[in-house]
């Protein structure tokens, strides 16, 4: 699952790229779409929706699209080589006189009406990077349901649009808690330092190329896909496990000696050792 920082920085690329300018050729490489022909419209605006890309066009038409894990969108100039994927990972392809935008293994990718954008996106909460953001509601919708484990409600993009696998590891560690701990159950102070905290990692890494919560200079990340190797803070070993409802089991890292509350059964964290490669910094 990307994080919000990474469909931001894609947002911004596209835009750079496309807005302003007409489109000298586009080519949606799926059969619903497999006619469509935009070119002649100029491009408006790229923005991000939480994890959603919403590209703009003159005319009222829009198009939606999600990286979930695979995805991703390359900007090249014209005549450059296409490096992103074999050819038939190609999903979209968006030129103009200088530049060429290329969508490859996209698993959502439709257009729409402009106006009828809330319909994909309407359902999303507070958006961490976004101009709605709204630290007292996104709290809010985190604790309406008190019993559910804190590592869901984070990844939830109803109770706050922009968290992924990543912030919510690195989250749960800066706060102190295990991501199985109820949200209900977290301590007030902590509560009230969730939002801000949250806003700042993804703001201070919209920029960057290399994802950084730990302000060390050797190391980018406190627990995230460093298990086995010592907690940065007490040295215990990070441990991971999987967290989700079955259809949606992802891999969750922690320090059992920095974070309190609830953990996974234990034997759970080896199931993911071999999946997951251990980071190098």
Same mark, same amino acid.
């Given at each position: 699952m990307p994080e919000g920082d990474t469909v931001w920085q894609a947002a911004?690329?596209?835009?750079?790229?496309?807005?302003?300018?007409?489109?000298?050729?586009?080519?949606?490489?799926?059969?619903?779409?497999?006619?469509?022909?935009?070119?002649?419209?100029?491009?408006?605006?790229? #923005?991000?929706?939480?994890?959603?890309?919403?590209?703009?066009?003159?005319?009222?038409?829009?198009?939606?699209?999600?990286?979930?894990?695979?995805?991703?969108?390359? #900007?090249?100039?014209?005549g450059e080589r296409w490096r992103g994927g074999p050819a038939?990972?190609?999903?979209?392809?968006?030129?103009?006189?200088?530049?060429t935008a290329v969508g490859y293994r996209l698993p959502v990718l439709e257009l729409l009406r402009t106006p009828d954008e809330?319909?994909? #996106?309407?359902?999303?909460?507070?958006?961490?990077?976004?101009?709605?953001?709204?630290?007292?509601?996104?709290?809010?919708?985190?604790?309406?349901?008190?019993?559910?484990?804190?590592g869901e409600a984070l990844l939830d993009q109803r109770n706050l649009a922009g968290i992924g696998n990543v912030y919510k590891s690195e989250l749960c560690f800066l706060l102190g808690v295990t991501p199985w701990l109820p949200a209900g159950a977290l301590p007030a102070d902590r509560a009230e330092k969730l939002p801000g905290l949250a806003k700042r990692l993804l703001e201070v890494n919209r920029d960057r190329p290399v994802r950084q919560t730990t302000g060390l200079p050797r190391y980018d990340l406190f627990v995230y896909g460093r298990a086995p190797r010592p907690c940065l803070r007490c040295h215990t070993s990070v441990r991971v496990a999987d967290q989700g409802d079955g259809s949606q089991e992802r891999p969750t890292y922690w320090c059992p000696t920095c974070q309190t509350g609830p953990a996974p059964a234990p034997g759970s964290p080896q199931r993911w050792r071999d999946k997951y490669p251990r980071r190098t910094g």
């Amino acid at each position: 699952m990307p994080e919000g920082d990474t469909v931001w920085q894609a947002a911004r690329r596209l835009h750079e790229a496309l807005a302003g300018k007409a489109l000298t050729r586009s080519d949606f490489r799926v059969p619903k779409y497999a006619t469509v022909d935009l070119t002649g419209r100029r491009v408006l605006n790229t #923005v991000p929706r939480g994890k959603h890309l919403l590209t703009r066009f003159e005319g009222g038409l829009t198009l939606h699209t999600h990286l979930r894990m695979e995805g991703a969108w390359k #900007v090249f100039d014209a005549g450059e080589r296409w490096r992103g994927g074999p050819a038939h990972q190609i999903r979209a392809v968006l030129c103009t006189a200088d530049r060429t935008a290329v969508g490859y293994r996209l698993p959502v990718l439709e257009l729409l009406r402009t106006p009828d954008e809330e319909r994909v #996106v309407g359902h999303l909460g507070p958006d961490l990077l976004g101009p709605d953001w709204d630290p007292e509601r996104a709290l809010a919708n985190i604790l309406a349901d008190p019993g559910r484990q804190l590592g869901e409600a984070l990844l939830d993009q109803r109770n706050l649009a922009g968290i992924g696998n990543v912030y919510k590891s690195e989250l749960c560690f800066l706060l102190g808690v295990t991501p199985w701990l109820p949200a209900g159950a977290l301590p007030a102070d902590r509560a009230e330092k969730l939002p801000g905290l949250a806003k700042r990692l993804l703001e201070v890494n919209r920029d960057r190329p290399v994802r950084q919560t730990t302000g060390l200079p050797r190391y980018d990340l406190f627990v995230y896909g460093r298990a086995p190797r010592p907690c940065l803070r007490c040295h215990t070993s990070v441990r991971v496990a999987d967290q989700g409802d079955g259809s949606q089991e992802r891999p969750t890292y922690w320090c059992p000696t920095c974070q309190t509350g609830p953990a996974p059964a234990p034997g759970s964290p080896q199931r993911w050792r071999d999946k997951y490669p251990r980071r190098t910094g």
